[in-house]
């Protein structure tokens, strides 16, 4: 793979060259789409590192845009506890947002 497997996740810019294949058209020379200063569109997903301080390469999991993660809170809040307030879910989803955030599970 020419891509840092780092990068490669749902929602990565990437560059590609369109050929004939035997099934139709397809993708090759697939590349980071980079900006104006050279550096990738997309940033890498954070490392997972274990308590021991190395790297975990067993523990996967998805990286949320931060719009995502704050719609799938709500989803629970409001199944889970129906008589929060607006504000009182408004208020939980800043400090999980943050709390998200910190800890590498969301973008943004």
Known sequence: M?????????GTAVEFE???GDRGLKASSVRLAEGPDGKPLTPPRPVAVSASGAPDDDALC?????????RDVTDVLL???????????LQIRRGLLQFAKN???TEG
Do not use: N, R
């Open 2 to 10: 020419l891509i840092p497997e780092s990068y490669v996740h749902t």
């Open 18 to 20: 369109i050929e004939d």
């Open 62 to 70: 998805d990286v949320l845009s931060a719009a995502e993660y704050t």
């Open 79 to 89: 199944e889970s506890a129906p008589s929060l307030t607006g504000a009182q879910i």
């Open 103 to 105: 800890h590498g599970w």
